[in-house]
C-alpha cells in the first residue's frame, strides 16, 4: 500500500530533491508541496528537472490536509517553533532541518546559541541516519534529517568507532555551493564565489555535535572548505588510532561493518581512475563511498568518504528513513546509479 | 585454500578479500581482486597461492 507524502518548504534544494525521489517511488505519491513565496507556481518554476514529471503547485503551509508522511525541509528554527502542529498533520514526520538532531538541549543551545523551541520532542526524534539507527527507525513515527558533513564523517568513522579504536580525529571536508541553499547572498554571487576555495568553518562547524553524539567521545576536529562544486561532500578524516592497525585490519574491520548496508561501498582501489571516492559520480545518488590508507611510518589512518550532500547527505537519506518508518523495501526510489561520464 | 563445492578461491594477499576463480586457474595467470582491484599473478595450483603482480605506477602529478 503506498502512502501520501506532502512537502512543507518544497521550493529549496532538498526540497526539489525530495519531490524527484518521491515522484519516482514505487510506494509514495506527492500530495501537496509547499512554499509561502510560489504559492500557486508550478514544481518545475523552482525545479526545471522536474517540468512534465507532475503537473503540482506549490500551495501554502496553511493548506496541508492530512497526509501519511510530512517532510519538513524549513529553515532553522521553524520546525521546532510549529512542531506540534505538523506532528498532528501526519502519522509520520521527517525533519531535514537541524531542529531535532541533537537529543540534549544542552548540546543545542551550546552549538546553535539559542534554547531549543520544543525541547521536550527532541527525544522522540530519531536520528535519521539509517547506517546508525536502522533498528529504531524501523517503524518510527519522528526522524530527524542529517548533517550533510555529519554524514560524511559519521560514515567515514564508525567502523573505527564503534571498535574504539580512535584516539583522536581531524576531518577535513570539501564541499560543494549547493550546501549553501537556494537563497543566494553576498558570498554566492557570482563573481565572489567563482573560482574560490574558501574555507568557511576551518572549527566550530555545527555538524560536529551530530558526530560527536552519535559516535561517542573521542577527540573531534572538523574543517569545512566550500570548493568549485555545487554538488558534493569530500571528507579527508585523518585518524590517530589507539593502536598500530595494518591496513589488511582496516579492510577488515571496513568490510565487516558496511558488509549489507545497501548504500555505503569501500572504494579503494589499486587500479583504475577512481582509485578513492569522488563525489563527482555520486552526483543524485543515495551512495557513500568510503577508502582509507594506512600511512604505516606514523600510524595515522587516512579515511577519505564521499556523497552527494543533497542526497545521502538530506533527500536521500531521508526517503531511506521513511522506507524503514514504512516497513518497505530500503532501497526503494533509491536506486538511481549516477552518471558517468558527468 | 577453500575449495567449495563449485568455488576455487584464496584471500587477496593485498586487503584480504577473498578471490574467487570461476574455472581451475593456471599457473602464471594473472587475475584481479574483486575488492581492492589488485592484480594477483598465481604461483602454484596446488596449493593454491598467488602474489601480488607486478604493475606500472601512475606517478598522479607527483
Known sequence: ?342 | MDTGTYTIACECPECGGRVEFARAPLNGEVVRCAECAVELEVTSTQPLSVVLAPEVEEDWGE
Open chain 1, 1 to 342: 500500500m503506498s502512502v501520501r507524502c506532502s512537502i512543507i518548504g518544497a521550493s529549496g534544494y532538498t526540497g526539489g530533491e525530495l519531490i524527484r525521489l518521491l515522484l519516482d517511488h514505487p510506494l509514495a505519491e506527492v500530495a501537496q508541496v509547499t512554499s509561502r513565496r510560489q504559492v500557486g507556481a508550478f514544481v518545475h518554476t523552482s525545479h526545471p528537472n522536474l517540468r512534465g514529471r507532475t503537473k503540482l503547485q506549490f500551495v501554502s503551509p496553511d493548506q496541508v490536509e492530512k497526509c501519511d508522511v510530512l517532510f519538513l525541509c524549513l529553515p532553522h528554527g521553524e520546525a521546532s517553533r510549529s512542531i506540534e502542529k505538523y506532528a498532528g498533520l501526519a502519522e509520520r514526520v521527517v525533519d531535514l532541518s537541524a531542529d531535532f538532531r541533537l537529543r540534549d538541549a544542552a548540546a543545542y543551545r551550546r552549538w546553535y546559541a539559542e534554547d531549543h523551541a520544543a525541547s521536550a520532542w527532541l527525544d522522540r526524534f530519531v536520528y535519521g541516519l539509517p547506517e546508525l539507527q536502522r533498528e529504531r527507525l524501523r517503524g518510527a513515527r519522528l526522524a530527524s534529517g542529517v548533517g550533510c558533513n555529519a554524514t560524511a564523517v559519521n560514515l567515514a568513522l564508525l567502523p573505527l568507532a564503534r571498535a574504539g579504536l580512535i584516539r583522536s580525529a581531524v576531518a577535513d571536508l570539501k564541499v560543494g555551493s549547493s550546501e549553501a541553499g537556494a537563497e543566494p547572498s553576498a558570498t554566492s554571487h557570482h563573481p565572489e564565489k567563482s573560482g574560490t576555495v574558501r574555507t568557511f568553518a576551518p572549527a566550530g562547524h555545527r555538524h560536529q555535535a551530530e558526530v560527536a553524539q552519535e559516535l561517542g567521545a573521542f577527540e573531534l576536529h572538523m574543517s569545512v572548505t566550500s570548493v568549485e562544486l555545487v554538488r558534493g561532500v569530500l571528507c579527508t578524516a585523518h585518524v590517530f588510532p589507539t593502536r598500530a592497525m595494518t591496513e589488511k585490519e582496516v579492510w577488515s574491520l571496513y568490510r565487516e561493518a558496511y558488509r549489507g548496508e545497501p548504500f555505503v561501498r569501500i572504494v579503494k582501489d589499486k587500479s583504475g581512475i577512481h582509485r578513492y571516492p569522488e563525489p563527482k559520480i555520486l552526483g543524485g545518488t543515495n551512495w557513500c563511498d568510503v577508502g582509507f590508507e594506512v600511512d604505516e611510518a606514523t600510524g595515522r589512518i587516512v579515511v577519505i568518504s564521499a556523497i552527494d550532500n543533497l542526497m545521502k547527505g538530506a533527500a536521500g537519506s531521508a526517503v531511506q528513513c521513511m522506507n524503514l518508518m514504512c516497513g518497505f523495501e530500503e532501497r526503494a526510489g533509491l536506486g538511481f546509479a549516477g552518471l558517468h561520464p558527468y
